[in-house]
Structures are given as C-alpha cells and as structure tokens.
C-alpha cells in the first residue's frame, strides 16, 4: 500500500497460483468436436481449470467465484458451478454467461440434460432448469425421511426421462417432461453413491455404501450381476468402450479395483491409485486411458497397454497433498521453485510450465529397500521437511540440496537434476546414533561453492559436512557453538565468515575454515531465525518480540531495527538488490522494508498467514505458501515495468486484505478499488512546480543551442559563410510564405483595399519588433514575463537582431534598455531562467557597454543589476559548498 491510501499493495499484485490441480469433487471429461480431442476439467478452490489429456498441459483458467466450488458438471457448451445456493455457468471455460438462483439450501448435485440443468440441494429439493432463460421450468420437492436424492443419471436413448438415486437405497424413474414418475425400484438395503451408464443400453452401474456394485437392467428391473468391494463405499464407476468389458471402481482409501464384466469376476486392482479417496475416474471413450483424480492434489493418466489388466500411469500432475511448510527459489533465472510440504514431499514448481515440474520424492531412512519394495510398505518414512538449503553451483557433479527434518537429527542431502533423495545422510557421531535422545537439526545452510554444508542443532552444536562425501569436517566451538538450541546458521559469499544465532540470544561470527569465533553480539531479545544477503553482506534477523534487526558483516555492528509486526515472523526475503526486506508473520501481513531509508513502505493482509516467502533472483515474482493452502501463489512486482511511489507508510497505517490470485472480490470492493485506482494514479505521477523553492535557483528547460553560443556569433557566422551565393531553382514549388524563427507561422496574406502608393514610406523600415513592443509595455505595467516568452521562443541571431535593435543609433530608445535591464533584474530576483539571465545579459554588455557608461540612468540600472547578480551566486556557492561537504561525509563516513 502506498502511503497515498491506495487499497492493497503498490508494489505486489496477484498474478497466479502454482502447484493447484485438483480438489475432492469428481472431473468432468470433455470433447471438443473441431480440435478432436479431450478436456480435463477438475475445480479448484474458487475457480476450475482445464487440461488437455494428450499432455495436460493447462489449457484454460477460469474467473473465480465468491466462494468455493461445491459441484462441477459440463456438457458441450458450457461448464456448470455451484457454490452455496447459487449456481453458474461459464462459456470458453473463463466466462460467466448463465447465474441460477431460487434454491434456498446448498446445491450438491448437478446433472445437465439437453437444453436444461437439473439440481439437487440439501432440502431435497430438485429443480430443472432452461438454461439459456435462467427460469426454473420444473420443480420437485422429496420427503427425506423416505426419498433422499444421493445420485442422478440421464439412462442413454431414454427421453426426456432421468433415474434419482437415494441414500435409503431405491431408485426412480421420472419423466421430467410430464413430471411424472414412472417407476419405484426397490434397492438393495444400502445408500445409493454412484450412477453410471454402461456401454448397454439399459443397463446401469448403481454403486453403494456397502461397497456392492449393480448392474441393473432398468427395463425390466432385473439385476445382471453384483460384485462385492471391500474398501468402503464405491466412490466412481466407468466402464471402458474400447472393446474391452472391464469397469473399474474407485474406494475411499485410494484404491481401484477392476472387473471382467465377461466373466464377472475381479482381474486387478490398482492400489494407492491416489492417497485419498477416489473423487472421479472416467474411461476415456474409444481408448483404453483411465483418467483420475483426488483430494490428495492430483490427476493421473492411466493406460492399459498390457495384457496383466491394470494400468500403467503414463502421465500425471501432482501438487503438495498437505500445505507446503518451506518454499525458495532454486536456480539464478527464478523460473524453479522448491517446496517442502507437510506430506513429507520435496517438489519442484516450474512457472513457465507445469511439464518442467519434478517431485524429489519422499524421504526416507533405508532408499535401496524402498526402490526394491515400494513407498508404500516403507517402515522407515522420515517426517516433514522443516526448513533445507539449496545450491546449483556444483548439482550436475554431487547433491545440491540438504534438508533438516522435523523432531530429526540427521540431515539428508537431495539431487535436483536426478529428482530423488542424494547419497548422505548428515549425522554426527557425538550421540552414537542414539536417536532417542531429544535432539533435532534446527538450521542448515550451503556455502555459495557447494562444497561445504553447515547443520545446527537444538544441542547447540554446529557442524560442517563435506557435500560430495557426506563426511564431518569438525565443529564450531570448542564444545558447543551456543548454550541453547541454534536458531540460525548462514556462510557468506566467499566462505570467509559462518554466523550463528541461538537461543542464548547471542550473534556470533565464525572464520569459516579455521571455526574460531571472531565476534560475538547480545541481541535484544532471543532470535528466531536469520537470512543472508550474500552480495551485501547485510544479514536478517528476525526476534521473538517480533522485531527485525539487519546486520552488517562488514562492520559487525547492526545497522537497521524494524518493528510493527505483531505477531511471529515465519519467513523473511530480500530483493535481488538487496535494498528491500520482505517478510511474512502470523499477523497475516506482508510488509516491505526499504533497508537504504529505514522505512516501511509497502504493507498489505491475506487471509491465511503466509509461512514462507521467496523473491525471485531476477526480481519478476514474489512467491508466498500460506496456512492450510495447498498452492504456491506468484505475485508479480509492479515496480519492474511501472512507476511506483514509494514513500513511508504512517505509524497508524491500516492494511487492507488483498486476495489470494485465483480468487474474487466483492462487488463493493472492486468498486472502491476503480475508485482508489483513479486516486493514487494522480498521486503516484509526480509534476513538478516551477520552482522547488525561493532560496533555490532554477535554470529554463530550453537547449543550450538558444542561448550558449550567444557572444560567438560573430565567430559561428563567420566560418559559416557561404563561398557562393544561393542558386535559385528554374521551377520553384508553391510553398506558403512563413515567418522566419524557431516557431514555424504562416504569413497572413496583406488585406490593404487602398490603393497602393508609390511614395516610399520610411517609417516601414524602421518598423518596431513585437519584443521591442512588450519592452515599452513593461515600463508602464513592471510585467517582464511577455518579453520574457519571446525571447525565449527566438534563436540566438534573432535574439542578436533584437537585442542590437534597442539602441538609439539602431532604431531604439535609451528607456528601452532600461527596460531590458529591469527585465534582468527581475529574472534574477525570482531566481528563474538563470542561465538564460546570463547569457542575455552577457550579449547586452558585449553589444551596448559604451552606450551604458554614457548614459547615467542606464548606468544607474546596470548598478542594481550587478548587485542582485553579486547577491545571487553568493547565495548559490553557499548552497554549493553545503552540498559538496555533506557528499564528502556521506562518502567517508561508515554508516
């Protein structure tokens, strides 16, 4: 926010989320007739994304809605949401076109049928609707005691007609044409949870709570055939169209089981298809792909290209399945983002594309038992990371990447470029591998060459590992680096220092190679973790009384102290530049420091508190994980393509919130944001008066070529004399005749209707310029700006015409001159167009000095002018030598 009262942030504006995929309400496939091919359309918080299926590439972005979606459905058109009682609809996969209102519950079923769309709330209300009026065209109302609405399915070839399943297990079959319900099936004893349609007419997949799954000829009401699944309720049904009879079910533990509909038997099971239920699974029509997707922050492309009858997974999109805990930037192009998450996952993000996205994988404590059995009987399955360290320099020769491990002692190393856990793990052996005991690694750190790694513990120590070999390379301090648990550790850029902060709220500096301690700092208050600037230097600190002090390795003294967070800082970032400090706390603001003023000048709120930052190394994008969100959110920085003002925000400054990209605004909030937009453009461009004040002199904003070269005129006219005279064309085009000077004007044809005469008029030649004009004006009114403005618009021979022209023997008058002197004398009272001042009067003397000694009233005027002038730069080497003493100081002085 700026200082002017702009609305949100002025440097920071939302730009997109990362690492979003999917949610737990079921995909939609779609089929695009002119391009051939397959849609993905999975919701996503308040808005919904579609992917192609040949390389689920993101295709399309919706607008977001006021709240969450709650249910997705599509047909060839249009993409149909509901969020609380309201449902929409979107064209080109962005737009809302359609909005329905008239439920008085939550809409959780969607169904479109031809022309219309039918809906289910909580009340058991069911409501068919003509999609393009918007009007309710039929309304049916169920008594949930007996008939509560839990499925609904359109049967293939019959018109006009829809089958509702219910949770206490009947089905029936209306004709929502006449509003009349045809038939009562009886059920199964057990809740209705899916309705599907098989490749035959009249059958239907019923899937329910017990796990069983139906197949049912509606026709004649007989049951083809019943499987028994034993993972809980069946969550999706499909059938594959693709000549094979197989139809596969989803479970609430991430399962898939598949059945022969031939010989009605089980033929495979693809388990952890997904970590949580199974929200959709659709057979891709005439192909043998099985698309997924869940809760679990996934979507997964299976293909069934074996004669084993389970799938493969040929491609897949996965982000983090619980909130990111850790984010920052890996490479120096900013374009990869590394994201410790709380499912114990290290990822990488891309934001150029998502096929540029790569997942490290879990870690783990024995990697060759997990590569020989899989992650999923893994009994050695290390925790989430808490915090790592990355470096590129030496990744293509060893691991680049080492990681601290919530409540564990060892420290793992990662490889980037193979995508998976490194060789080491990072243990010292003072305890003897007694993970028993109550210590943990708290900070990590890389030294710029990766060579060298740093791990702090709780106990206090600090030890340095060797990145290629994993082996131990000593320790800080001769038993313990700090009394208390270390907080922080940071090598600068040439690993000359190591720093350390801990619980004894002690700053201590290190000689990297030697670990001799060389400094030693009291901190006011016990520190909560640090960042290092490594080209400046300047190292931050964050407090647990929520302040922020920034420390100069250079002098070894603190040169900055920020306070007006009111609550824990999680996560702090400087700019590439290293002027701003950005940081994050758990009073869900994002404020910016300017470290060269010491000022607050950026300050806004988010809804979910942001638990890490990361600014990108080219400066495009500031990256922000935040509580209970999956996603990774870009926000792009204005102040690299536009003017930005930045200026010291208040002490009372209130922040406002600034949504989250992917989400929207009220409508009263874009509102006063037009408003607010219109406001700080005005202030944000900057005019300038003419004068910054009256002690200061102000030169005119003309080119030098007007009025520098004025006393060598002679001397520029001489050497540009022509050697012969001009030739004139034989055949000269019209031109309209124009005035010469600078200010190209046309000449205004002579209207004299008099007859001409043939006596010469002498007065004509000694006619009077408009400059001389405004010159006797001026001694009447003492207004000198007129003149002023001419000579300003007339080049240096015009202004040597004019100002020969004033005197006597020319055609001029002594009070004249001494009107021209007096329009000096003003000049250089108001302290404008001083160099101008200059240079007119300079020509004046040069042309007129004689005259002036002659004359005593000019002479009297050229007095006062030379006072004011002596005056003047007096003033001005004052002001000079001020200025050139403070730059002396600010350039010697330590700061």
Not at 362 to 386: E, F, S
Not at 526 to 544: E, F, I, K, N, T
Not at 785 to 790: C, F, H, K, Q
Not at 805 to 819: H, I, K, R, T, Y
Request: hydrophobic share 40%; with cysteine; aromatic share 8%.
């Amino acid at each position: 926010m700026s200082a002017g009262g702009k609305k949100g942030s002025a440097i920071f504006s939302g730009f997109r989320a990362l690492g979003l995929y999917s949610s737990h309400l079921p995909h939609v496939v779609r089929f695009h007739k002119k391009h051939r091919e397959f849609y993905i359309v999975t919701a996503v918080g308040k808005c919904f994304h579609t992917y192609n299926v040949k390389k689920l590439g993101i295709v399309a972005v919706s607008n977001a809605l006021p709240a969450d979606i709650s249910c997705l459905a599509a047909d060839r058109m249009l993409v149909f949401t509901s969020h609380g009682r309201v449902i929409t609809a979107f064209a080109k996969n962005k737009e809302v076109v359609h909005t329905y209102n008239g439920h008085s519950a939550d809409v959780h079923i969607l169904l479109p049928f031809g022309d219309h769309l039918i809906s289910v709330d909580r009340d058991n209300v069911v409501i068919i609707w003509d999609v393009e009026a918007e009007e309710e065209y039929l309304q049916i109302s169920f008594d949930k005691m007996s008939f509560e609405v839990s499925a609904l399915l359109h049967p293939s070839t019959y018109l006009n007609k829809i089958l509702l399943g219910s949770s206490q297990g009947g089905l029936q079959l209306w004709n929502v044409k006449s509003n009349k319900l045809l038939y009562t099936f009886s059920g199964w004893e057990s809740a209705v949870t899916v309705l599907q349609q098989s490749p035959a007419v009249d059958v239907v997949g019923v899937g329910l709570a017990s796990g069983q799954i139906i197949l049912h000829n509606i026709k004649f009401d007989e049951t083809l055939m019943k499987f028994q699944q034993d993972w809980g309720p069946i969550t999706c049904l499909s059938f594959r169209t693709d000549g094979h009879p197989v139809m596969a079910a989803g479970s609430p533990v991430g399962h898939i089981g598949l059945w022969d509909l031939e010989q009605k038997k089980l033929i495979g099971q693809m388990r952890e298809a997904h970590s949580t239920a199974i929200a959709g699974l659709t057979f891709l029509h005439g192909e043998p792909l099985l698309i997924t997707n869940a809760a679990d922050n996934a979507i997964r492309v299976w293909i069934f290209d074996t004669a084993g009858g389970e799938g493969r997974l040929l491609r897949h999109r996965l982000g983090h399945s619980a909130p990111p805990t850790k984010i920052k930037h890996h490479d120096q192009n900013g374009q990869h983002i590394l994201s410790a998450g709380q499912d114990g996952t290290l990822q990488s993000f891309s934001t150029v594309h998502e096929r540029f996205n790569k997942s490290l994988g879990h870690g783990t404590l024995n990697k060759k038992k997990v590569k020989k059995q899989g992650l999923k009987y893994d009994t050695a399955q290390l925790p989430a990371i808490t915090t790592f360290a990355s470096e590129t320099a030496r990744q293509s020769d060893w691991d680049g990447i080492a990681a601290c491990h919530h409540g564990y002692l060892l420290a793992t190393t990662w490889n980037y470029q193979k995508g998976s856990m490194g060789a080491h793990k990072l243990e010292p052996e003072r305890f003897n591998k007694n993970r028993a005991l109550n210590v943990h690694a708290t900070a990590v750190d890389i030294s710029s060459c990766g060579n060298f790694v740093v791990v702090a513990l709780s106990s206090g120590h600090i030890d340095l590992y060797n990145m290629q070999s994993g082996l131990h390379r000593g320790q800080y301090g001769a038993d313990r680096a700090h009394a208390g648990p270390v907080r922080g550790v940071a090598v600068d850029g040439l690993n000359q220092v190591m720093v350390s902060v801990g619980a004894d709220g002690l700053l201590k500096m290190w000689k990297f190679k030697s670990k001799e301690l060389i400094h030693t700092d009291i901190l006011a208050a016990c520190p909560a973790a640090v960042l290092l600037h490594r080209d400046s230097g300047m190292l931050a600190v964050s407090l647990d009384d929520f302040t922020l002090n920034v420390f100069d390795l250079e002098t070894k003294r603190t040169v900055r102290r920020f306070s007006g967070h009111r609550g824990k800082i999680n996560d702090m970032t400087f700019s590439p530049d290293g002027r701003w400090l950005i940081t994050a706390s758990m009073d869900c603001t994002v404020r910016t420091w300017d470290l060269p003023s010491g000022c607050l000048v950026d300050c806004f709120l988010v809804d979910n508190a942001v638990v890490s930052l990361s600014m990108s190394p080219t400066g495009n994008f500031l990256a922000s994980a935040h509580v209970d969100t999956l996603g990774i959110y870009l926000w792009s920085n204005n102040a690299l393509c536009s003017v930005v003002s930045l200026r010291p925000l208040p002490a009372d400054h209130v922040p406002t919130v600034v949504m989250l990209p992917g989400t929207c605004p009220s409508q009263d909030e874009e509102e006063d944001k037009e408003i607010d937009e219109a406001d700080s453009s005005e202030m944000a461009e900057y005019i300038s008066p003419e004068q910054l004040n009256k002690q200061l002199v102000t030169l005119s904003l003309l080119p030098e070529s007007r009025w520098k070269n004025l006393l060598h005129l002679d001397v520029i006219k001489k050497r540009n004399k022509p050697k012969e005279p001009p030739k004139v064309p034989k055949a000269a085009p019209f031109f309209i005749p124009t005035i010469p000077g600078l200010v190209p004007q046309f000449a205004l044809p002579e209207t004299n209707t008099e007859e001409q005469s043939k006596v010469v008029n002498l007065g004509v030649l000694a006619q009077k310029s408009s400059f001389y004009l405004q010159l006797e004006d001026a001694l009447v009114s003492k207004n000198y700006e007129r003149p002023l403005m001419l000579l300003k618009e007339l080049g240096p021979s015009a202004i040597d015409t004019e100002l020969r022209g004033l005197a006597p023997e020319m055609g001029g008058d002594v009070q004249v001159m001494q009107s021209f002197l007096r329009m000096i004398g003003s000049m250089l009272q108001s302290k404008k167009d001083f160099d101008l001042s200059q240079a007119y009067l300079a020509l004046f003397l040069k042309l007129h000095l004689r005259l002036i000694a002659q004359e005593p009233e000019l002479m009297t005027e050229a007095l006062t002018v030379s006072t004011q002038l002596e005056e003047t730069w007096i003033s001005m080497q004052t002001l000079l030598n001020q200025s050139l003493c403070l730059l002396t100081y600010i350039k010697s002085a330590l700061l």
